[in-house]
């Protein structure tokens, strides 16, 4: 059973930086790629950035590039996620996902999720 651990969420500033990671456990086989994904309240869940398996592809929303940078280390089962001049707008809990598939970006698309991790950013 693939588990996908969340951390490093918190409050931080407008302009400052996060880094998040997860953590994967269990059998993670049958996982490809990974994504991270952000959900605001009363908005629906929408991609953010998602990294191949040997992480050598990466694929980011309009929203992140230039200031996210998703990376990863496979020998501790670990996707990072670097967040760099943040923005109130970025406010949201953040979640990692793990597909079949390479750099997908449909929530659909995704068959194990973490319990997420907030951000908030204050202005």
């Known amino acids: 059973q693939v588990q996908l651990v969340e951390s490093g969420g918190g409050l931080v500033q407008a302009g400052g930086s996060l880094r998040l990671s997860c953590l994967a456990s269990g059998g993670t086989a049958g996982i490809y790629g990974i994504g991270w994904f952000r959900q605001a309240p009363g908005k629906e869940r929408e991609f953010v950035a998602a990294i191949s398996w040997g992480g050598r592809s990466t694929s980011y929303a309009d929203s992140a590039k230039g200031r996210f940078t998703i990376s990863r280390d496979n020998a501790k089962n670990t996707v990072y996620l670097q967040m760099n001049m943040l923005k109130p707008e970025d406010t949201a809990v953040y979640y990692c996902?793990?597909?079949?598939?390479?750099?997908?970006?449909?929530?659909?698309?995704?068959?194990?999720w973490g319990q997420g991790t907030q951000v908030t950013v204050s202005s």
């Open positions: 996902a793990g597909s079949r598939y390479n750099l997908a970006v449909e929530v659909t698309s995704y068959d194990y």
